[in-house]
């Protein structure tokens, strides 16, 4: 199976330019996967460059898990982290997902020294 960068889910989301759009369109057409790593960079793209509130966020990490042509990396993981997410924006989808991993992956506790970050389940402040 073909794979996508963030690039391309930038542009499935966006869909802020028609030729590129298409492209993407027809490049994901018989199916692509999506590796956790582009998902967490499409997300910042649309929270830094496009001002996306958290709310838009939660729907474009949504309306990739449910895409008929995308199978994402982990999709249990990462509807896990959108669970999170939409309950705690602050924290950041990126911390939702590598707590989601970390969970999923079986490597609890998550130390960090982020004060949030540490107060969600499995989460250890260091």
């Not at 028609?18 to 018989?30: N, S, V």
């Not at 309306?63 to 999709?75: A, G, K």
């Not at 509807?79 to 969970?103: I, K, N, Q, V, Y």
Request: some cysteine; overall charge neutral.
């Amino acid at each position: 199976m073909r794979a996508v960068d963030a690039n391309v889910l930038v542009r499935l989301i966006a869909r802020d330019d028609p030729r590129q759009t298409a492209a993407a369109e027809r490049f994901i057409a018989h199916g692509a996967w999506v590796p956790l790593l582009a998902l967490a960079e499409t997300i910042w793209v649309l929270d830094s460059v496009y001002a996306l509130p958290s709310s838009s966020l939660a729907r474009a990490v949504e309306l990739l898990l449910d895409h008929n042509q995308l199978v994402i990396q982990d999709h249990a993981a990462v509807e896990s982290a959108l669970r999170l997410f939409r309950s705690r924006p602050s924290l950041g989808f990126s911390d939702c997902l590598m707590l989601a991993s970390a969970t999923s992956a079986g490597h609890l506790p998550l130390g960090t020294f982020d004060r949030n970050l540490a107060k969600a389940p499995g989460g250890q402040r260091i």
